[in-house]
């Protein structure tokens, strides 16, 4: 929840030379509000354009409920689903997470799916056997084709906006257990074509050796894509 429309545009034009790198894609996932001004400052580039959420019905009575015709009418190719703080904050369980990506297929975006343990889990042992489980429901009725052209992103919930991060050894730990259960929910192919992400503390000072590893293909980032130092990281391999 940062940024009014005027201070997203302004952003955006601030970034606009830095961010095009042809090796790498680059999408802005803004609140629903900077939607149309953001829409509009990156008209002719190759930025693509996200929303933060995204709710599974396609109209009604759901005051302050944003639909997937309204997000696609205003341009919208990708939704983040299953953050933390949406499963944290406003109690979305693996059921409506689901509803939520296979809302998000039916009507051509992209989903962004998230998933992570926090400290505690970590700490017992149980992040690989938690991060399956939040896939395996996350994904129920999602086909093979559908999983190639989606995003899952891990982020460890003790390394958002902490300032802590995951080793690099943690980060493709887990972005390898990720695509190797992809592996067993379908097939090989699948899994190597599906996009994996690390987000947590994503920097420009730590991103060249998290995108480096074979099993991370990107990150998810939060509070550094707010600075213009964000190209840096777009930029992590020049």
Request: aromatic content about 8%; proline content about 4%; some cysteine.
């Amino acid at each position: 929840m940062n940024m009014t429309p005027t201070q997203a545009k302004a952003l955006v034009a601030e970034l606009a030379d830095g961010v095009k790198n042809p090796d790498v894609d680059v999408i802005y996932c803004v609140p629903a509000i900077d939607i149309p001004a953001v829409a509009e400052a990156i008209k002719g580039s190759a930025v693509g354009l996200g929303a933060e959420n995204m709710y599974y019905e396609e109209k009604g009575a759901y005051t302050g409920e944003i639909s997937p015709e309204m997000l696609t009418d205003a341009g919208v190719q990708y939704v983040i689903i299953g953050h933390s703080e949406r499963r944290q904050y406003f109690k979305e369980d693996d059921e409506c997470i689901n509803k939520k990506v296979l809302k998000a297929f039916e009507h051509g975006i992209t989903p962004i799916l998230c998933c992570g343990e926090t400290l505690e889990q970590r700490e017992e042992g149980i992040t690989l056997s938690w991060i399956r489980g939040q896939i395996k429901a996350a994904l129920n009725g999602v086909t093979a084709d559908q999983v190639k052209s989606m995003i899952i992103a891990y982020e460890p919930i003790w390394a958002i906006g902490t300032g802590k991060v995951a080793t690099t050894a943690q980060a493709e730990e887990v972005c390898g257990a990720i695509r190797s259960y992809i592996a067993e929910l379908y097939d090989k192919d699948t899994a190597e074509t599906v996009r994996i992400q690390y987000g947590g503390s994503v920097k420009p000072n730590n991103a060249a050796e998290l995108f480096a590893q074979p099993d991370i293909d990107g990150g998810l980032v939060g509070g550094a894509s707010l600075k213009p130092d964000f190209a840096k990281i777009v930029n992590y391999n020049k």
